[in-house]
């Protein structure tokens, strides 16, 4: 799996995760419904080493600001920390696991 890979595989995870529609996560409004996971996911793209602005970026265009309120929420919430945590190491998983297979089955086609 490539490293381009992992924003969008963390957008269907916290999508899923949260029972919400991955194109609402970026454009759902300001409802609860769609910040709090909103917010989970800025943190774990956050978590991959990018940037603000990159984060920014990424999640439609949002200020750093925006990006930087997201994290601090998921910092100062218990549970939401726990998700965000969890779903962050699911990635980084699922990206062993890609790139073991990749590996170990170039060329066994057939």
């Known amino acids: 799996m490539s490293t381009d890979s992992r924003p969008q595989l963390t957008k269907d995870l916290v999508a899923l995760r949260f029972g919400i529609d991955r194109r609402k996560l970026i454009r759902g409004g300001t409802f609860k419904m769609y910040a ?10 956050r978590a991959q ?43 980084e998983l699922e990206e062993v696991v890609m790139n073991w297979m990749t590996k170990h089955h170039a060329g066994k086609e057939g």
Do not use: F, I, N, Q
Not at 37 to 45: A, I, T
Not at 70 to 76: I, L, M, P, R, T
């Open 36 to 45: 709090l996971p909103r917010h989970v996911l800025s943190w774990c793209l």
């Open 49 to 91: 080493g990018r940037s603000y602005p990159d984060v920014g970026a990424e999640m439609g265009g949002r200020h750093h600001t925006t990006v930087m309120h997201s994290c601090e929420v998921v910092d100062k919430d218990p549970r939401l920390l726990e998700v965000a945590v969890d779903l962050a190491l699911r990635v």
